[in-house]
Antibody, heavy 123, light 113 residues
Framework: EVQLVESGGGLVQPGGSLRLSCAAS????????MDWVRQAPGKGLEWVGR??????????EYAASVKGRFTISRDDSKNSLHLQMNSLKTEDTAVYYC??????????????WGQGTLVTVSS | DIVMTQSPDSLAVSLGERATINCKSS????????????LAWYQQKPGQPPKLLIY???TRESGVPDRFSGSGSGTDFTLTISSLQAEDVAVFYC?????????FGGGTKVEIK
């Protein structure tokens, strides 16, 4: 069974930092691009960023709204994904989802989502 | 950026009737290298993460009831629920993963009439 479990959310003041983690199991982590997608309260889905797999040199991409403030990393030996968030703003308040996109093979085109972790940026 | 425009924003359909949601992308999401549309549909119920229903524009995810179907190519796509059930009440999103930044439609809320 595929599982993605996010952790690390919470309340942080504007300008602060937070590190989210995502523990993955039940699928071949190495075959997947790993993304973060967020959803502000009562709003739609917003892509945050991606880290590709080893075969694609672990390259990263970020949404313009977070570039320079957020950093995505992964540890394939531990099947884990991380999101380091710095210089947080009130508009970063959202549920953050860890998403695995299959990059090839029989699962190509499919994606798996975690349950999400809530980040609240407020003074 | 590819803008995904969904219509309508909301719709109310009687139980057993058909629900149709449209999604238009500002650029084609059809890859010429593999002839696949990088378009997915998700269903999101309150308090839950999005659930993948359809990928490659028309491939139903395992376990998804066959009353859900996707169609379209290039820039115009449709999600159809052939016979609406009470458990289908949710917000539905289209999503392109063809180019970075990945983008989502604004969502369509489906309710029972």
């Amino acid at each position: 069974e595929v599982q993605l479990v996010e952790s690390g959310g919470g309340l942080v003041q504007p300008g602060g930092s937070l590190r989210l983690s995502c523990a993955a199991s039940g699928f071949t982590f190495n075959d997947h691009y790993m993304d973060w997608v967020r959803q502000a309260p009562g709003k739609g889905l917003e892509w945050v960023g991606r880290i590709r797999n080893k075969a694609n040199s672990y390259t990263t991409e970020y949404a313009a709204s977070v570039k320079g403030r957020f950093t995505i990393s992964r540890d394939d030996s531990k099947n884990s994904l991380h999101l380091q968030m710095n210089s947080l703003k009130t508009e970063d308040t959202a549920v953050y989802y860890c998403v695995a996109y299959c990059s090839g093979g029989s699962c190509y085109g499919r994606s798996y989502w975690g349950q999400g972790t809530l980040v609240t940026v407020s003074s | 950026d590819i803008v995904m425009t969904q219509s309508p924003d909301s719709l109310a359909v009687s139980l057993g009737e058909r629900a149709t949601i449209n999604c238009k992308s500002s650029q084609s999401v059809l890859s010429s290298s593999n002839n696949k549309n990088y378009l997915a549909w998700y269903q999101q119920k309150p308090g839950q993460p999005p659930k993948l229903l359809i990928y490659w524009a028309s491939t139903r995810e395992s376990g998804v009831p066959d009353r859900f179907s996707g169609s379209g190519s290039g820039t115009d796509f449709t999600l159809t629920i052939s016979s609406l059930q009470a458990e289908d009440v949710a917000v539905f999103y289209c999503h392109q993963h063809y180019t970075i930044p990945l983008t989502f439609g604004g969502g369509t809320k489906v309710e029972i009439k």
